[in-house]
């Protein structure tokens, strides 16, 4: 029966190799068919859009399949097997450019217009095509101040998301792939491209700005907040972000001052010396560390206001509005109003003190605390309008 079952496959190959041999041979002979089928790939293989380019490659898969063997076809088959693959390629980068270029136009008129929503929706969806496209994450990423000072805090989340991202990038040194004018290497698109040592600066600040004003977290925005203060980039010299510190500063200070008051207040009541000598040295160490925030406050403010323009009517409304903050703080810290300038002066020499670094208590002695009038503040002065402007 194994014999019989060895004869019978046999033949079966037989009759396979010779039906096969049979085609091909037809197919070689059919020579109106591989003349329409050439003709097709030749007619489309140039052109540039992907349906055109479909029609291309699947002729051109065709034509090798059935004519690739035959002889009297060598030369047509030697020009059409190269340019398969290439086609391919082609194809797919001609239906992506298809699909992305309304996109890109899309998120250019949102750029234009400011208009977020648009921004965020034509830009996911071409990062949902090309992930790494660092263009157009940043636009979508700096965008964020400028949502937040319109109230608009939908894109927090996407904002801080995106500038920690290419943040991390850039420090890593990521590579641009675009130029400005003046030949520098440039990240993002339109009004929001800039050069490398900017963009690490406004996703710096955009870290700093949007965690504190957009989701209230200070702690977070801090360590981004100084470290545009000593990033090279145009935030650099921007006062808005120095008087956000000291802005941070006057809110840490304001619980103090007003346990300062509370002490005191207690102080009057006591009913023993050992009590109020025990209430009095609680009011000295907490002066001391309000007078610390109260200097920080001042520095900070201090720098925004020396560094801050005045080349409008709003831009020296918001510089007067600084001066004054100083001001009130110097007043507040010392008791009188002469020699704010020279502080100032003399500070700002100095090197910005880390906003994260634990603020130190500065004493004068002596201190008075059985009266109220030697009491701090028990709440923030008054202060200019805290949120930065947007250029």
Same mark, same amino acid.
């Given at each position: 029966?194994?014999?019989?079952?060895?004869?019978?496959?046999?033949?079966?190959?037989?009759?396979?190799?010779?039906?096969?041999?049979?085609?091909?041979?037809?197919?070689?002979?059919?020579?109106?068919?591989?003349?329409?089928?050439?003709?097709?790939?030749?007619?489309?293989?140039?052109?540039?859009?992907?349906?055109?380019?479909?029609?291309?490659?699947?002729?051109?898969?065709?034509?090798?399949?059935?004519?690739?063997?035959?002889?009297?076809?060598?030369?047509?088959?030697?020009?059409?097997?190269?340019?398969?693959?290439?086609?391919?390629?082609?194809?797919?980068?001609?239906?992506?450019?298809?699909?992305?270029?309304?996109?890109?136009?899309?998120?250019?008129?949102?750029?234009?217009?400011?208009?977020?929503?648009?921004?965020?929706?034509?830009?996911?969806?071409?990062?949902?095509?090309?992930?790494?496209?660092?263009?157009?994450?940043?636009?979508?990423?700096?965008?964020?101040?400028?949502?937040?000072?319109?109230? !608009? !805090?939908?894109?927090?989340?996407?904002?801080?998301?995106?500038?920690?991202?290419?943040?991390?990038?850039?420090?890593?040194?990521?590579?641009?792939?675009?130029?400005?004018?003046?030949?520098?290497?440039?990240?993002?698109?339109?009004?929001?491209?800039?050069?490398?040592?900017?963009?690490?600066?406004?996703?710096?600040?955009?870290?700093?700005?949007?965690?504190?004003?957009?989701?209230?977290?200070?702690?977070?925005?801090?360590?981004?907040?100084?470290?545009?203060?000593?990033?090279?980039?145009?935030?650099?010299?921007?006062?808005?972000?120095?008087?956000?510190?000291?802005?941070?500063?006057?809110?840490?200070?304001?619980?103090?001052?007003?346990?300062?008051?509370?002490?005191?207040?207690?102080?009057?009541?006591?009913?023993?010396?050992?009590?109020?000598?025990?209430?009095?040295?609680?009011?000295?160490?907490?002066?001391?560390?309000?007078?610390?925030?109260?200097?920080?406050?001042?520095?900070?403010?201090?720098?925004?206001?020396?560094?801050?323009?005045?080349?409008?009517?709003?831009?020296?409304?918001?510089?007067?509005?600084?001066?004054?903050?100083?001001?009130?703080?110097?007043?507040?810290?010392?008791?009188?109003?002469?020699?704010?300038?020279?502080?100032?002066?003399?500070?700002?020499?100095?090197?910005?003190?880390?906003?994260?670094?634990?603020?130190?208590?500065?004493?004068?002695?002596?201190?008075?605390?059985?009266?109220?009038?030697?009491?701090?503040?028990?709440?923030?002065?008054?202060?200019?309008?805290?949120?930065?402007?947007?250029?």
């Amino acid at each position: 029966m194994k014999t019989v079952y060895r004869i019978f496959g046999m033949a079966v190959l037989v009759a396979g190799i010779a039906v096969t041999g049979a085609t091909a041979q037809d197919n070689c002979a059919d020579i109106d068919g591989a003349t329409e089928v050439y003709n097709k790939f030749t007619e489309n293989y140039s052109k540039k859009s992907s349906a055109d380019l479909k029609v291309a490659v699947s002729a051109g898969k065709e034509f090798l399949e059935k004519w690739g063997a035959c002889e009297s076809w060598k030369d047509q088959v030697a020009f059409v097997k190269p340019w398969v693959p290439k086609l391919e390629k082609s194809q797919a980068d001609a239906e992506l450019a298809e699909y992305l270029n309304p996109l890109f136009a899309r998120f250019d008129a949102a750029i234009n217009t400011d208009n977020a929503d648009e921004l965020y929706a034509a830009g996911k969806a071409i990062l949902a095509k090309q992930p790494d496209n660092i263009n157009i994450m940043f636009p979508m990423a700096v965008i964020g101040p400028r949502e937040v000072l319109k109230k !608009n !805090n939908k894109y927090n989340a996407d904002s801080i998301r995106y500038a920690k991202i290419l943040y991390d990038q850039i420090k890593a040194g990521v590579k641009f792939t675009r130029k400005l004018k003046d030949g520098k290497e440039s990240i993002g698109a339109l009004k929001h491209e800039m050069n490398r040592e900017d963009a690490l600066s406004e996703l710096a600040y955009t870290l700093g700005y949007v965690n504190y004003y957009g989701l209230n977290n200070k702690k977070a925005a801090l360590p981004y907040l100084y470290e545009v203060t000593q990033l090279p980039g145009f935030r650099k010299n921007y006062s808005p972000v120095y008087a956000t510190i000291g802005d941070y500063y006057i809110a840490e200070a304001a619980p103090i001052g007003a346990e300062i008051a509370a002490k005191i207040e207690a102080i009057k009541t006591a009913t023993t010396d050992e009590e109020k000598l025990k209430l009095d040295a609680e009011v000295k160490e907490k002066v001391a560390l309000f007078n610390g925030y109260t200097e920080r406050a001042m520095d900070a403010y201090g720098r925004a206001w020396s560094i801050a323009k005045d080349d409008t009517p709003a831009a020296k409304k918001y510089k007067e509005g600084l001066f004054a903050e100083v001001q009130n703080l110097y007043k507040r810290r010392f008791d009188k109003e002469t020699g704010v300038n020279e502080w100032v002066a003399a500070t700002v020499a100095k090197p910005l003190p880390d906003p994260t670094s634990a603020v130190q208590p500065v004493t004068d002695e002596p201190v008075t605390t059985t009266t109220t009038s030697a009491a701090p503040a028990t709440s923030a002065p008054a202060t200019v309008a805290r949120k930065p402007r947007q250029r």
